[in-house]
């Protein structure tokens, strides 16, 4: 059990709720990247057979609502920002809403106090000597990084007495338009060559596509790390340009080439030297805010003792996050930007009034109900009552080959959970609709939204059974839209005259539903009237209401009241 103690004298004890029975098992499934949108032939969801997720929309309104999953509804700067797994899940288990990451860089930037905090003083020691080496996500996304952010800290960071700098730059296509990385790299080389006016000595030094190359999570293919290692820190990649403009339209030429998954390449200078490996004396900062897919590649910069792969060579750097992305890790150990203080989620509470929790997803979304869930925290709050258990994803396989993905194995390893009566709370992410949606595959995307219902329909069986209740949900919008649109909503066409894809997530509220036979005798649970404006952060509260607990008065209402049946 953690032994923070309580906050600004709350406590931890939570009440018993009035009228709700404790003991049921609650079933809490997030369908990832599960939105709202209208018909049409660019929404998998609905172009999906999906009966069982179209059963319980019928109980609308009492047991079916929408709720916001975008924007400052979950913590992000403003209502024009998409929601993302990240968030989302923070949302959905902390039932507070925080300022995130990329409004915390934000605040930092605009007021200057990035340079002035523990983290920038770190890395400054080495800009007399040493280069300070820029590695992140080239995206105006801002779910893992901003372009805006990044020339921001360019400028800054020069201002600030670096002389010389290497950017070492993960194209995006996943959470931007593919084909968007050539735009970027024109932008950034543009800004790089205004610092070299200014005496900067300032390059584009590697890269290679997000997916491939670098931003691994949850420790899914190291390879994908050790190609990003290899490139950024030794120099050393299969493709060698003369400058990262010729990379990315070169490497875009191949017909299969994407920006997603672009073959790692390294910048060489006149004798085919690379200009920008990572030495001894050097600093480092990876400027992405998020951590999932920064906590790999935070562990080989500064753990000393590493196995995951052969590092070669293990340069002596200061190394700084933007975040910092473990809580509970301290990695990295610098950072130039507080995360925020994620506090008292509704995991913990639970813990602590003794509710047992199982939560399972497979590899590539395992970290969402586990570490995103408890506020971007590692392990357990009290190994005696959790159990949190990984479904190993395919490695190697584009999810678009591989539609259903693990919907099935997870659904079944829920049932269990939900039928051997050891859980009160079992906890799942089901990813077809995010994994499959980021690929832009419409007729893939389309199978995996039907295996995801098929899994719900298990789950929700298995409820059934052991007369509980089911809370189903999603972090945020993607495989409800698979176009880009304009301004009125019609899609968009390319310059061959074809719809373009919208790989990303949407801005779009997504649903929830609650059910099962445990809200029914003698009173029934139905979603209130007098919250229209609800979003994720309801969640936490909603669901401890269905273990028979009042929620804590900070979190966000409940969704739900009881009524005589
Ligand atoms: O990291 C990713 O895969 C995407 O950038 C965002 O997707 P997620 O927020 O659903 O993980
Ligand atoms: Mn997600
Ligand atoms: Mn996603």
Request: with cysteine.
């Amino acid at each position: 059990m953690a032994t923070r103690p309580p906050a600004e004298g709350k406590r931890w004890e939570l009440t018993a709720h009035p009228r709700l029975a404790k003991g049921k098992v609650v079933g809490v499934v997030v369908l990832d990247g599960w939105g709202e949108a209208p018909p049409d032939p660019f929404n998998c969801i609905h172009a999906a057979d999906t009966p069982t997720l179209d059963a319980l929309k019928k109980a609308a309104p009492e047991r079916w609502r929408l709720i916001k999953a975008h924007g400052t509804a979950v913590g992000l700067p403003t209502d024009d920002d998409m929601g993302n797994s990240e968030v989302g899940h923070n949302a959905l288990g902390a039932g507070q809403i925080y300022a995130q990451g990329a409004k915390l860089v934000d605040l930092a930037l605009a007021s200057g106090k990035i340079y002035e905090g523990e983290g920038f003083k770190y890395i400054r020691e080495s800009f007399d000597s040493g280069t300070l080496h820029l590695i992140g996500l080239l995206s105006d996304g801002g779910v893992h990084s901003r372009f805006d952010q990044l020339q921001l800290l360019l400028k800054g960071a020069s201002e600030h007495g670096a002389r010389r700098i290497r950017v070492h730059v993960l194209t995006d296509g996943r959470d931007v338009l593919d084909g968007s990385s050539v735009r970027f790299v024109e932008i950034l080389e543009e800004d790089l060559a205004r610092l070299r006016d200014k005496g900067v000595d300032a390059r584009i030094a590697s890269g290679g596509g997000r997916m491939y190359v670098t931003m691994d999570r949850y420790e899914n293919d190291w390879q994908v790390v050790k190609r990003g290692w290899d490139a950024h820190v030794l120099g050393e990649a299969p493709h060698k340009y003369k400058n990262a403009l010729e990379a990315v339209k070169k490497l875009r030429e191949d017909p299969k080439a994407n920006d997603q998954y672009l073959p790692p390449f390294v910048i060489v200078d006149e004798s085919g030297k690379p200009v920008g490996q990572i030495q001894d004396g050097d600093a480092v900062v990876t400027f992405n805010f998020r951590a999932d897919r920064m906590v790999m590649l935070a562990k080989a910069l500064e753990y000393e003792n590493f196995d995951k792969f052969d590092r070669v060579r293990f340069p002596k750097i200061r190394y700084a996050g933007m975040l910092q992305y473990d809580g509970e890790l301290k990695l990295p150990s610098h950072y130039l930007v507080a995360p925020p203080e994620i506090e008292r989620t509704s995991g913990e509470y639970l813990a602590r009034n003794g509710v047992r929790i199982y939560a399972c997803s497979e590899t590539v979304k395992f970290g969402h109900v586990t570490f995103f869930w408890n506020g971007n925290r590692s392990g357990y709050f009290n190994p005696s009552l959790e159990k949190y258990e990984e479904i190993p994803s395919d490695i190697g396989i584009p999810f678009n080959v591989q539609p259903k993905m693990k919907a099935l194995e997870i659904a079944q390893k829920a049932r269990d959970a939900i039928l051997s009566r050891k859980f009160d709370q079992v906890r799942v992410n089901i990813a077809n609709g995010d994994m499959v949606g980021h690929t832009g595959d419409i007729e893939a995307t389309i199978v995996g939204c039907k295996a995801a219902d098929e899994a719900v329909k298990i789950i929700l069986d298995a409820i059934e059974q052991v007369g509980g209740i089911f809370v189903l949900t999603a972090d945020h919008g993607n495989a409800e839209d698979m176009a880009k649109r304009d301004k009125s909503g019609k899609p968009l066409l390319d310059k061959d005259g074809k719809v373009q894809t919208l790989t990303s997530h949407t801005l779009n509220p997504v649903p929830i539903a609650i059910g099962g036979p445990g809200l029914a005798p003698g009173i029934r649970g139905m979603f209130r009237t007098d919250l229209p404006n609800a979003g994720l952060a309801n969640v936490a509260a909603t669901v401890m209401n269905l273990h028979g607990f009042e929620a804590p008065d900070h979190y966000e209402p409940t969704l739900i009241e009881v009524v005589d049946k």
